[in-house]
């Protein structure tokens, strides 16, 4: 079984709708991500949580909510979708020790399109 | 400027060779290095943290110059397998877990 869950895998959708993304893990750590990768730009961050309950907004956080009401938990909303939002989606995990140089672990990610 | 900067590939070697990635950063905040490996539509997977003094694992070798905020990758006898985007990533200090992605240079190795 995979250590960072995401889902769903692939999700086609209309400009407009309400989408969650789910993301959770088995690893223990604190520490959870949610990215978006788009072709030429690499991945950005769009929120962060350090425990349950803690949100910090990333580079790109307009359009998108997150909810953190459990250690393993972390999903991602896009309250009202469009289609710039088409992406690849990655949620991922690291310790929460130390000074934050830690790796990160990443879930297979979410294809999501918005037509 | 991108905070973090790579080679905009793709690169084409045969079975064999050696091929060198090169990366600069440009917060001198940067504390943490590492390489992640993507295959085609994939997840990353780290491949490798990168320390001050260079590091190997096998045919993979790492080095980092903190002067020059510059990192690099080499890898020796390449396999097909290698074949995916290799990921710069940095963390800077005092922001936490936040990693800082380069935008990946793309490797295909050849029969």
């Known amino acids: 079984d995979a250590d960072v869950t995401q889902t769903p895998r692939n999700r086609i959708t209309k400009t407009g709708k309400r989408i969650m993304l789910e993301c959770s893990q088995t690893k223990g750590h604190d520490r959870m991500y949610w990215y978006r990768q788009d072709p030429g730009l690499g991945l950005r961050l769009i929120y962060y949580s350090f425990d349950v309950k803690d949100i910090n907004k990333g580079e790109i956080s307009d359009g998108y909510s997150v909810s953190r009401q459990a250690q393993a938990k972390f999903s991602l909303s896009l309250e009202s979708a469009i289609p710039n939002q088409t992406a690849l989606y990655f949620c991922?995990?690291?310790?929460?020790?130390?000074?934050?140089?830690?790796?990160?672990?990443f879930g297979d990610g979410t294809r999501l399109s918005i037509l | 400027r991108k905070e973090v900067e790579q080679d905009p590939g793709p690169f084409n070697v045969p079975e064999g060779a050696t091929v060198a990635f090169n990366c600069t950063y440009s917060?001198?905040?940067?504390?943490?290095f590492f390489w992640y490996r993507q295959d085609c539509r994939k997840e990353p997977k780290l491949l490798m943290s990168?320390?001050?003094s260079g590091n190997e694992d096998g045919r993979f070798t790492a080095q980092l110059n903190r002067a020059s905020q510059y990192i690099s990758l080499l890898i020796r006898d390449s396999k097909l397998s290698d074949s995916a985007t290799y990921l710069c990533v940095v963390n800077v200090r005092n922001q936490g877990g936040k990693l800082i992605f380069g935008q990946g240079t793309e490797l295909s190795v050849k029969p």
């Open positions: 991922a995990t690291s310790e929460g020790r130390g000074n934050g140089n830690q790796p990160q672990h």
């Open positions: 917060n001198s905040a940067s504390q943490s």
């Open positions: 990168v320390y001050s």
